[in-house]
């Protein structure tokens, strides 16, 4: 890796860019394989201080300066206070709802600004996503108006007024102020669901009302729930095809992994062009990843030997600084530092058998309520992924996630900057950052590569090969890299970008049918074989629904040798022909 300049594959990136689609998508996999997406390492410095200057030294100096606990010096006597707890989560959301956590910077394809958030929470006329405009009175439209931007600032700044004004007689951040900030997050979300997942309402506005509702250690035995239920369900969701195909590009792209050898033991063979999972990454997704994350949360709960305790908790802290060190894609290091931390303040500051297990609540109902409340969104998420999102679902990282890929006519991308929002298009900003023209495109096209080399990207690109016929001549961008353009904000939620979008930018620009089309698929349901796929045209909707078998998308390299996977049609708007060329064309039952 350069310390500015990305490293990219030893080829002229003029004679590579005029290369068929699929042998780009090639050269970029097996690059990735060795180097991941070759970010310079100014970028991963840049990410390390945010995250130790910014988040953390900041929130201890808050907790710190607005609790009566201590100084700094004293950290050791005041760690496992449970006001600790309650300022930590308000100080990652308000981090998180300004948009300098999660998913900032350039590794979530904000280069030049790197933050998006509030630059486009706060400005009217930007676009806004209601989850349930024609259903919700007072939430219709797709425009960000001046209430809006109110409510957004009123937000923020009852997060702030919730960190810094005098705790309570116990100790604890006021009761008034837990309500306050949850109601407007609510608002908030009925208003703009970007805003709330970007908040990561899914996780802590639970957090708030357990904080506004319990005390004592009916609050702490409810925390524990709600961060168990986090591992318990992301340890779920990697059940299946997925995950096996998340972990070999993501430890590709690890800083932390430089030696190439062992970045090549997560494929069966890179020499000979074979990039499907090896047994070595099967093992450390599903013994490294799954088994630790169903099993060591279930000790936790139910240990009542403090040296079990300590050894499991001091398991998932180092469980969470493996991911983070890894820099995934959105980069939710925040948050991942949040939550080793939690794993020893709830389960080592907290003994099970001190009162704080999970059968000590003051009032029997407690238990089976929390659990109910705490898992109703997770489980029907996991039967029904076209109704919640992939967060509030508990599938982070899982690899089952709705994705897409948008193919745009030449000239259409320039188009987009005829939106109202407060940053270039990502190939302007690449350019802005100091990359040449042809450097810039590699860049982004790197995106797709790696979006090939999970399970969706096969399926995706065999739509693309169906429904448009002259690919090479097309620009085509990783959705969820441009939902960042124009949301301000994306974690791998494919929901975001759907044709609710699609249709929000169509209304702006008025384009012609075949200008800007979309390759889309749900989640896979659990217990389900398919995922199920949706074409959207933006002048026309969606012209196509259909599904593909998941055994068959994994079992194929990211190029498809062998031609694009089948795809089963269930659904064609009327007069609609797919305009893929019949040499190309994926067996459609």
């Excluded at 948009?99 to 806004?128: D, N, Q, S, V």
């Excluded at 939710?332 to 907290?350: C, H």
């Excluded at 398919?530 to 259909?546: F, P, S, T």
Aim: one cysteine or more; proline letters at 6%.
């Amino acid at each position: 890796m350069g310390f500015l300049q990305p490293t990219s594959p030893d080829v002229d990136a003029e004679a590579f860019l005029s290369r068929p689609f699929l042998e780009r998508i090639k050269v970029l996999a097996l690059f990735w394989a060795d180097h991941g997406f070759g970010s310079p390492v100014a970028f991963h410095l840049i990410y390390i201080t945010k995250v130790v200057v910014l988040y953390c030294l900041g929130g201890l100096l808050v907790v710190s300066w607005t609790s009566d606990v201590g100084g700094l010096g004293e950290f050791t006597s005041w760690w496992d206070q449970a006001v600790v707890y309650q300022k930590l989560v308000l100080w990652t959301v308000l981090l998180e709802a300004i948009g300098i956590a999660g998913t900032w910077g350039p590794l979530a394809g904000h280069f030049k600004p790197m933050t998006g958030g509030a630059r486009y929470w706060l400005r009217p006329g930007t676009i806004r996503m209601a989850p349930w405009a024609s259903k919700v009175p007072g939430t219709g439209g797709d425009t960000r108006t001046p209430f809006d931007v109110a409510l957004y600032a009123l937000f923020l700044a009852s997060l702030v007024a919730a960190l810094v004004m005098p705790t309570g007689a116990d100790g604890l951040v006021r009761t008034p102020w837990w309500v306050v900030v949850a109601v407007l997050l609510v608002l908030l979300g009925l208003r703009d669901k970007v805003i709330f997942l970007a908040s990561r309402g899914e996780q802590y506005l639970p957090a708030m009302i357990f904080s506004a509702t319990l005390t004592g250690a009916d609050l702490i035995i409810a925390y524990k729930l709600l961060i168990v239920t986090v591992w318990i369900g992301a340890g779920v969701s990697k059940f299946g095809h997925h995950f096996v195909n998340v972990v070999p590009p993501m430890l590709s792209n690890a800083p932390t992994t430089p030696a190439r050898w062992i970045k090549r033991l997560h494929y069966r063979d890179v020499e000979n062009e074979d990039l499907l999972p090896s047994k070595f990454s099967w093992f450390m997704a599903h013994v490294g990843g799954t088994t630790v994350e169903l099993a060591i949360p279930l000790v936790l709960l139910f240990a009542t030997n403090r040296e079990v305790a300590v050894v499991a908790a001091c398991f998932m802290a180092f469980f969470h600084l493996f991911i983070l060190t890894a820099f995934p894609l959105a980069v939710p290091l925040e948050w991942n530092v949040l939550f080793g931390f939690l794993a020893v303040f709830l389960f080592v500051g907290y003994p099970n058998g001190e009162g704080y297990g999970v059968f000590d609540f003051s009032e029997p109902f407690l238990l089976p309520l929390i659990v109910a409340g705490l898992v109703f969104f997770p489980v029907l998420g996991n039967l029904r992924p076209d109704l919640v999102s992939f967060l509030p679902s508990m599938r982070q990282y899982a690899g089952n996630w709705a994705s897409a890929t948008w193919v745009l006519k030449p000239g259409i991308e320039q188009r987009f900057d005829e939106i109202v929002k407060p940053a270039a298009n990502q190939i302007d900003q690449l350019q802005a950052f100091g990359f040449d023209a042809l450097e810039s495109e590699m860049t982004l096209q790197k995106t797709l590569a790696w979006r090939a080399m999970h399970s969706q990207g096969r399926g995706l690109y065999s739509l693309l090969l169906r429904h448009v016929d002259d690919v090479d001549a097309r620009t085509i961008r990783e959705a969820e890299f441009m939902c960042n353009l124009f949301l301000g904000w994306n974690f791998g939620c494919g929901h975001l970008h759907d044709e609710r979008l699609i249709a929000a930018l169509q209304r702006r620009l008025h384009l012609e049918p075949g200008d800007f089309q979309v390759m889309w698929v749900e989640s896979q349901a659990i217990g389900s074989p398919v995922q199920h796929y949706r074409v959207i045209d933006a002048a026309l909707g969606v012209v196509e629904r259909g599904h593909w078998y998941v055994a068959e998308a994994v079992a194929e390299q990211p190029w498809l040798p062998n031609g694009p996977i089948s795809l089963h049609v269930d659904w064609t708007l009327d007069g609609y022909v797919p305009a893929g060329g019949t040499s190309e064309r994926p067996a459609v039952s």
